[in-house]
């Protein structure tokens, strides 16, 4: 499997690929690539609707030389807190911005959300996410808005009364709660519609379908994240002391 930044070449294919209606696996493997690698490449430059092999490529070129002026120098310099490396961290990073894309997050708030959860601390004041992530703090104030109305951060205040947004263990269950109450949401909106357009209509029934279905997928969710969370973050039982 090669390694490295994709080529032009690949760039093409992958273009050609997405016009054919391929599946991201699909390309990924006609181009001996993991398949993560080419939904980042796409989900950053664009998405499927929109991607340019030029224009990714061009992209990619002044990324990489913003990187290469900006790099801290030193003997110590690719290495992060941990001794991770700096750059594996960044590639990561991407990723796991690009998955928070795909899966239905705008794309600011999923830079905010991944640059949280990949902090130690899994706390960042505005001032922090706007030097980490290089963008105004209007976006960063929006961003935080929308995952704060999603239960997906919380604001605390530090010792210094500063605003921090943080994230923990229950990110994950926030997330699938918040998205149970949407479904909800709609399912009770589906049923208002049936009384409108009529019981046994073909619109009424469509939306009885939509709202009895959503409701056993949002009632489903939310018992399956309840059990989740207990299990997983449950406490062992302290082991007696052997005498």
Known sequence: MPGGRLTQQERQQIALGLADGLAYAEIARRLERPTSTVTREVMRNGGPASYRADLAHRATERRAHRRKQSAPRGAGAALEAYGRDAEAVREYEETLTTVFIASGTPKMMARVMAC?????????TAAELVARLQVSPASVSKAISFLDSQGMVRRERDERRRE????????????????????????????????????????????????????????????????????????????????
């Open 116 to 124: 949280l959860t990949l902090s130690d601390s899994g706390s960042l």
């Open 164 to 243: 921090r947004y943080v994230v923990d263990n229950d990110i994950m269950y926030e997330g699938m709660m918040a998205s149970a109450r949407a479904m909800a949401q709609v399912a009770e909106t589906a049923r208002q519609g049936v009384g409108i357009l009529g019981p046994g209509t073909q619109a009424g029934t469509r939306l009885e379908n939509i709202s009895r279905f959503l409701d056993f997928v949002s009632e489903s969710t939310a018992r399956a994240a309840d059990q989740a969370r207990e299990i997983l973050h449950s406490q062992p039982e302290p082991t007696a002391p052997e005498h």
